[in-house]
């Protein structure tokens, strides 16, 4: 989806001290309300990436996440249209402790690590236990691959191999390279994640319909 598809009917803002539940699942509002987090070491990315992704800024004097942070967002997509809640969850060991929690009831998770520095990936396994312990075992996990602007075109192939490796080691759902500074992959890494939560939604309501569980 291209960002003038996004124009009007795009809303974009911060919490204004309202819980992100009482803005996002608003009933009837929206077709579907997708909860996505965002986790991964300090300074690998993830403030800069949503920030492309909801405003198309890059900024390269993002100030540290402290704690969490939130965005929410309405967009239309595949006809519906669709709330969405982007939990930034920072990075530093130092606010761990309080994450948990808002990780709760989410649909998807990003694990984020920096492509020019792969000691970032150290971080990687953490942070799928801590999503998939405060939510479905087979939530699906898209590892992001970040700054990949840094790296030199001929390291490319062996970080895709090591990431890659990783989707299959820790059952996540794909690796996707991205670069917010040139503006690669942002928006195709989290629309296909939405695309998918999309296309689950309309299997389980045929499943229902077929078995006439009225679900939830
Ligand atoms: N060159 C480059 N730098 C980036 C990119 N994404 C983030 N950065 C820089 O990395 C630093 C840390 O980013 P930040 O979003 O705060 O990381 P976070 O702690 O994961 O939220 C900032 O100085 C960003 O400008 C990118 O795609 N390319
Ligand atoms: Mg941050």
């Given at each position: 989806m291209?960002?003038?598809?996004?124009?009007?009917?795009?809303?974009?803002?911060?919490?204004?001290?309202?819980?992100?539940?009482?803005?996002?699942?608003?009933a009837s509002l929206y077709d579907n309300s997708f909860k996505l987090i965002f986790g991964g070491a300090g300074g690998v990315g993830k403030t800069t990436l949503l920030n492309r992704f909801m405003y198309n800024e890059f900024n390269p004097a993002t100030p540290l996440t402290v704690g969490v942070a939130f965005n929410t967002l309405a967009i239309?997509?595949?006809g519906r249209n669709i709330g969405l809640a982007l939990w930034d969850l920072g990075g530093q060991d130092r606010f761990r402790f309080i994450q948990g929690i808002y990780c709760e009831k989410s649909q998807a998770a990003f694990v984020f690590f920096d492509m020019s520095n792969l000691g970032t990936l150290g971080q990687v396994p953490d942070w799928i236990s801590m999503f998939r312990q405060y939510n479905d075992q087979s939530i699906p996990i898209v590892l992001?691959?970040?700054?990949?602007?840094?790296?030199?075109?001929?390291e490319?192939?062996?970080?895709?191999?090591?990431a890659n490796q990783y989707v299959?080691?820790?059952?996540?759902?794909?690796?996707?390279?991205?670069?917010?500074m040139l503006k690669i992959n942002v928006?195709?890494?989290i629309y296909y994640?939405?695309?998918?939560?999309?296309?689950?939604?309309?299997?389980?309501?045929?499943q229902q319909a077929q078995t006439g569980d009225p679900g939830t």
């Open positions: 291209k960002h003038h598809e996004r124009g009007k009917g795009l809303r974009a803002r911060e919490g204004n001290g309202k819980k992100p539940e009482e803005i996002v699942t608003t239309e997509r595949q992001v691959g970040t700054k990949m602007d840094l790296v030199p075109e001929t490319l192939e062996n970080i895709h191999a090591i299959v080691d820790y059952g996540m759902y794909c690796y996707g390279p991205t670069s917010a928006e195709e890494i994640m939405i695309d998918l939560l999309i296309y689950n939604d309309y299997c389980t309501r045929a």
